[in-house]
């Protein structure tokens, strides 16, 4: 598969005031940041809450400006693109190609607009189409999400949860866009239309030729999925790895407490989810300094409290952990079998 975007030493510093005084302070949501993304793949990126996965999403799109490092798209081979240096001007034409859809699908639509407009307003920002050519892709769009052509005059509100994140799906995909990154696109609605609108993105991927980066906190989505995971905490990157690797065999303590929360079939292995990971998410003002996980790891030692471990491939493989044992520990995967692939439920 060839690379279609790649992010290299990317990093992002909030800074905001805060305290009585209103002193300076230093977030560093994203640090030393680097994957690549493969045409045609879906490559998940997971982590607790405020981990930085929505950060990575917006800097990658540049509706966040990274402190430091690269965003290089390669739209077609031999021809690279490096976005992370563009004006904003020279972005234009690349943001048809890379799409974002939002988690809260009621905040992201203007409950003002109607339905035919929210589709048709990025054809008309990006001067794509219009008149008839405007009309025909909008509905083509619509009803390939499933959204009947007699509610086109329709408000957001009139929608369930799920219909309006088709209609963010359609805004997404009506500028027939090679790269989508769809953040915590099913988390806010039931599982049972969670299921739909993700055999709905299976089906899209395979129709429009889409390459995913798939944004989540769910790893039971991310295992239907995901071809390739990328596991976040405190703005790192700490493993990646291909999915059924990660969850048969993950190689950073992280990832195995991640996985310890995914729901169990098997009873009598249950009481292990009481060993799940200690204490608090460590606050991003204050990163405790050597391995960022040292403070909740059970199989951190002394050296993980002042040396920083570099994420690297572990025995040669397509895994990368940034662990210092990453080698010799024991990790255990995802309980019981992995869900069967097709179609989602
Ligand atoms: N505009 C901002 N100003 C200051 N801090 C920010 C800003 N945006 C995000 N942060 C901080 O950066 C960190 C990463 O936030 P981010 O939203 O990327 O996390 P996330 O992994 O997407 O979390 P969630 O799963 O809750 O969506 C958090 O500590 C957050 O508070
Ligand atoms: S380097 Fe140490 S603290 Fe960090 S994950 Fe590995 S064992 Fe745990
Ligand atoms: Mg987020």
Redesign the pocket.
């Known amino acids: 598969m060839t690379t279609l975007l790649k992010v290299e030493d990317l990093s992002k510093t909030f800074t905001l005031r805060s305290g009585l005084f209103g002193e300076i302070m230093s977030l560093e949501a994203l640090s030393d940041i680097n994957l690549t993304v493969k045409a045609g793949e879906t490559l998940a990126i997971v982590g607790e809450s405020g981990c930085g996965k929505t950060t990575l999403g917006r800097c990658i799109v540049r509706a966040l400006e990274p402190t430091e490092g690269r965003v290089t798209y390669t739209p077609e081979p031999g021809r690279d693109v490096e976005l992370s240096a563009l004006k904003k001007r020279e972005l234009k034409p690349w943001r048809r190609d890379i799409r974002m859809i939002f988690q809260d699908p009621m905040s992201s639509l203007n409950p003002y607009m109607r339905v035919f407009d929210l589709v048709a307003e990025p054809l008309r920002i990006h001067k794509a189409a219009r008149g008839a050519e405007l009309e025909r892709r909008v509905v083509s769009t619509l009803e390939k999400v499933g959204i009947p052509r007699d509610a086109l005059q329709r408000f957001p509100h009139a929608f369930s949860g799920g219909q309006r994140q088709r209609i963010g799906i359609a805004r997404a995909l009506v500028l027939d866009p090679k790269l989508v990154i769809a953040d915590e696109a099913v988390s806010a609605l039931d599982v049972s239309i969670q299921a739909q609108i993700l055999n709905l993105l299976e089906d899209l991927k395979a129709d429009f030729g889409l390459t995913y980066i798939f944004i989540s906190h769910d790893l039971g989505v991310v295992n239907y999925l995901a071809d390739r995971v990328v596991v976040m905490y405190l703005g790192h990157i ?1 493993e990646t790895a291909p999915t059924e690797a990660l969850f048969e065999r993950p190689r ?3 990832t195995e407490v991640l996985l310890e929360a995914l729901p169990i079939a098997d009873p009598t292995r249950r009481s292990r989810r009481h060993e799940a990971v200690k204490g608090e998410i460590p606050f991003l003002g204050n990163r405790p300094k ?5 403070t909740r ?5 002394d ?3 002042t ?1 920083k ?1 570099a994420l690297r491939p572990i025995n040669g493989g397509e895994t990368h952990a ?5 080698e010799t ?1 024991d990790l255990k995967g995802a309980y019981g079998p992995a869900p069967a692939t097709g179609t989602y439920a």
Do not use: D, M
């Not at 940034?322 to 990453?326: I, L, Q, R, T």
């Open positions: 700490v950073h303590p992280y050597g391995c960022p996980f040292h790891c059970k199989f951190a030692e050296r993980c409290r040396e471990p940034a662990c210092h044992f990453a520990l």
